[in-house]
T-cell receptor, first 110, second 114 residues
């Protein structure tokens, strides 16, 4: 099955700085790569996603890049704010099954 | 997007008892639903794929006799944790995927086994 690795596991940044989280996947058949934000005790919320036929996607302060050849994709958050503090998960999917990375706990320091 | 509910949101049970968790797809007929388990400060681990009208497909390492899944209708899947033990305490989340590019999660059920 698919194996998704995510780094770093924890990340602290100063408010206003950028945060980058990286993921790799193993199954070349994976063609959809969503990113989720999860607050404690709540369900994951989709924040951005990218399909395999696209190399980069941006939505305001959030962007995702995908390198299919290298099988890695990254989440970029610019101008971080305290409310960005949460756990972020990447995922890879081929068909309807989603496999998650191990998560990154992001702390934005005011 | 699809609306998914779970019941209960939090359950405490005694060791050795069984507990049932319901996952409902409120506005989408789901032939397939997914069950995840999430331990504190860890990722979501796919436990099984629930298939309407047929047996569930379990991920490697998940005991099918311990985690019974029933997908009796297109809107309801249930997960029963049998003979629960403290190590089964976790956050259980279900999801539906209307398309290959969409996944909607339920709010989760926190299980505490004492």
């Amino acid at each position: 099955g698919e194996n998704v690795e995510q780094h770093p596991s924890t990340l602290s940044v100063q408010e206003g700085d950028s945060a980058v989280i990286k993921c790799t996947y193993s199954d070349s058949a994976s063609n959809y790569f969503p990113w989720y934000k999860q607050e404690l005790g709540k369900r994951p919320q989709l924040i951005i996603d990218i399909r395999s036929n696209v190399g980069e996607k941006k939505d305001q302060r959030i962007a995702v890049t995908l390198n299919k050849t290298a099988k890695h994709f990254s989440l970029h958050i610019t101008e971080t704010q305290p409310e960005d503090s949460a756990v972020y998960f990447c995922a890879a999917s081929s068909g309807n099954q989603f496999y998650f990375g191990t998560g990154t706990s992001l702390t934005v320091i005011p | 997007g699809a609306v998914v509910s779970q019941h209960p949101s939090w359950v405490i049970c005694k060791s050795g008892t069984s507990v049932k968790i319901e996952c409902r797809s409120l506005d989408f007929q789901a032939t397939t639903m997914f069950w995840y388990r999430q331990f504190p400060k860890q990722s979501l681990m796919l436990m099984a794929t629930s298939n309407e009208g047929s047996k569930a497909t379990y991920e490697q390492g998940v005991e099918k006799d311990k985690f019974l899944i029933n997908h009796a209708s297109l809107t309801l899947s249930t997960l029963t944790v049998t003979s629960a033990h403290p190590e089964d305490s976790s956050f259980y989340i279900c999801s539906v995927t209307p398309t290959s590019y969409e996944q909607y999660f339920g709010p989760g059920t926190r299980l505490t086994v004492t």
